[in-house]
Nanobody, 121 residues
Framework: VQLVESGGGLVQAGGSLRLSCAAS????????MGWFRQAPGKEREFVAA????????LYADSVKGRFAISRDNAKNVVYLQMNSLKPENTAIYYC???????????????WGQGTQVTVSS
């Protein structure tokens, strides 16, 4: 499974960005897709996840109501719509593929290279 993120960039606080993750080479074990982020000096943390099949979603409490994850099965793309961005959301955002819907890194087998999101105050 190959994952390529795009859509990162510089945005002012309060603004929005939509990240994309294009997946190729999906297998039967590629049940769920997750978004994680890693801020400078911090550990990587879970943001949101979705299943390819039913579109069941899972969110970190910190992003509920502001971020939305979705998928386009025909295009094999997962999106992360991020609204009302805050400077503390600045991080490298990674997408990942795994066999179950989960909020922990160890449940994901494949990872993209990440895309930088910078939110200015």
């Amino acid at each position: 499974v190959q994952l390529v993120e795009s859509g990162g960039g510089l945005v002012q606080a309060g603004g929005s960005l939509r990240l994309s993750c294009a997946a190729s080479g999906r297998t039967l074990s590629s049940v769920a897709m997750g978004w994680f982020r890693q801020a400078p000096g911090k550990e990587r943390e879970f943001v949101a996840a979705i299943t390819w099949g039913r579109g069941t979603t899972l969110y970190a409490d910190s992003v509920k109501g502001r971020f939305a994850i979705s998928r386009d099965n025909a295009k094999n793309v997962v999106y992360l719509q991020m609204n009302s961005l805050k400077p503390e959301n600045t991080a490298i955002y990674y997408c990942a593929s795994g066999p179950v819907l989960a909020g922990t890194q160890r449940q994901y087998d494949y990872w993209g290279q990440g895309t930088q999101v910078t939110v200015s105050s």
